[in-house]
């Protein structure tokens, strides 16, 4: 089964930073592409970052200059920095890739259960 796990989420004080982190749960699997979403109690879920194949990154306008998506291929990791977080930045943070087996088997639409961030003012 094909899983995302997130983690490094928790509680910042504004002005301060923090690290999510997103790889396999238990397969391995190569991340081709990734995003990251997040989820403020009673909104929908919002897109963040996302990197493409390329290299080529976007982001929200809410968070650039703030946040920098990356990847590790040797760990099949990608991460989001967050620096300056401000108390609008609290959410459930999701990061969503398209993966690729080692057979060649490709995912493209892995979601990870979640973590949750909190900035306090």
């Known amino acids: 089964q094909v899983q995302l796990v997130e983690s490094g989420g928790g509680l910042a004080q504004t002005g301060g930073s923090l690290r999510l982190s997103c790889a396999s749960s238990?397969?391995?699997?190569?991340?081709?592409?990734g995003a990251w979403y997040r989820q403020a109690p009673g909104k929908q879920r919002d897109f963040v970052a996302r990197?493409?194949?390329?290299?080529?990154?976007t982001y929200a306008d809410s968070v650039k200059g703030r946040f920098t998506i990356s990847r590790d291929d040797a760990k099949n990791t990608m991460y989001l920095q967050m620096n300056s977080l401000k108390p609008d930045d609290t959410a459930v943070y999701y990061c969503?890739?398209?993966?690729?087996?080692?057979?060649?088997?490709?995912?493209?639409?892995?979601w990870g259960q979640g973590t949750q961030v909190t900035v306090s003012s």
């Open positions: 969503n890739a398209a993966v690729v087996l080692p057979g060649g088997r490709m995912y493209p639409d892995v």
């Open positions: 238990g397969s391995t699997f190569t991340i081709n592409a």
């Open positions: 990197f493409f194949n390329s290299g080529r990154t």
